[in-house]
């Protein structure tokens, strides 16, 4: 089971820092993503990190601002963002997937996901 949390209303160039608790003792062995669903448009993915950590994606419009990170021994990943533009306002998604070693980039090949937690950035 994954809780997503720390989403809320900011102001653009604000920062906020997104966690994500995993249930389970398997956490290590799952590479995460934080995907995110603006109104209207499809879900994207925003970062994402392999199971030790050491591999990372960023979609473009999040590279340079939004940082992703995990703490197995507190089965969490993070997802800090930096500098909020309006256009980051959506509902962000953690996620897991069994695949191993790198960094998932697609949502076929998640296993489980969050609940969602909603991101304003008012301008």
């Known amino acids: 089971q994954l809780q997503a949390s720390g989403g809320g209303l900011v102001q653009a160039e604000d920062p906020l820092r997104l966690s994500c608790a995993a249930s389970?003792?398997?956490?290590?062995?799952?590479?995460m993503g934080w995907f995110r669903q603006a109104p209207g448009k499809e879900r994207e993915i925003a970062a994402a990190?392999?199971?030790?950590?050491?591999?990372?994606y960023y979609a473009d419009s999040v590279k340079g601002r939004f940082t992703i990170s995990r703490d197995n021994s507190r089965n969490t990943v993070y997802l800090q963002m930096n500098s909020l533009k309006p256009e980051d306002t959506a509902v962000y998604y953690c996620?897991?997937?069994?695949?191993?070693?790198?960094?998932?980039?697609?949502?076929?090949?998640?296993?489980?996901w969050g609940q969602g937690t909603l991101v304003t950035v008012s301008s």
């Open positions: 389970g003792h398997t956490f290590s062995s799952y590479a």
């Open positions: 990190i392999s199971q030790s950590g050491d591999s990372t």
């Open positions: 996620a897991a997937s069994r695949f191993t070693g790198v960094a998932v980039t697609t949502p076929l090949l998640y296993n489980y």
